[in-house]
C-alpha cells in the first residue's frame, strides 16, 4: 500500500520567493496532519483537518503560512513570503477516523532552506 | 494532555533486547500510549500504540503496567537498524494531535 507522498523532497529558495508544500495522504483516511521539526523546537504541530476541514491551526506561527485541502486525497502548505527562519523539515501525516486509537502514518518529509 | 519522560539516551548490543521505558503519570483512562522512532531525519515511524493491555506485533512489545503510569517498548532482538530517537506519547483526548518530547536516543552496537 502507497503511505503518505510527500513532495518535493528538497526544496531550496531565496526568501521572500512563495513555498507551496504538497501532500497526498492514505487513500481512506480522514484526518490529515502538518508537522514542522527544527533543531531548536524539535517536531510541532501545525494544523490539521478532519474530512478536508481545517479543525486546529493554532500552532500555524503566522500569517505567512497557509494550509488547504480542497479534496481528501491532496493538501497543500504554503509560505508566502518565505523567511531564512522558516528553514526546517516539514512532515504530512493521516490516520483513520474510524476506530479508537488509530495511529497516525508520516510521509518522508520535505527539507525546507530558505537562502 | 498527558505528559511523558523518558531517558535522553540507552545503548544495547546488537541482538540483545532493547527495554525503552516511559512514565505516563497523568495518563486517564481512555488514553492511549504510542510509540514512534525516527532514523536520521526520516518521517516518524508508528511502531506500537495500547490502551490498557499489553502488545505485541512484528516490531516490538509494549508492556503497559495495571495502574498505567508506566510503560516499556521491547525490541526483542535489536539490530544495528534500530539505531534511532524512540518517542513515547500520549495524545489528546480526542487522539488528534501527537505531542512529541525530546525522546530516547538509542544506540544499538555490534
Known sequence: DAGVIQSPRHEVTEMGQEVTLRCKPISG????????????????????FNNNVPIDDSGMPEDRFSAKMPNASFSTLKIQPSEPRDSAVYFCASRAGRGSGQPQHFGDGTRLSIL | DAKTTQPPSMDCAEGRAANLPCN???????EYVYWYRQIHSQGPQYIIHGLKNNETNEMASLIITEDRKSSTLILPH?????????????PNQAGTALIFGKGTTLSVSS
Open chain 2, 24 to 30: 505516563h503519570s497523568t495518563i486517564s483512562g481512555n
Open chain 2, 78 to 90: 535489536a539490530t544495528l537498524r534500530d539505531t534511532a530517537v524512540y518517542y513515547c506519547i500520549v
Open chain 1, 29 to 48: 483516511h480522514d484526518y490529515l496532519f502538518w508537522y514542522r521539526q527544527t533543531m531548536m523546537r524539535g517536531l510541532e504541530l501545525l494544523i490539521y
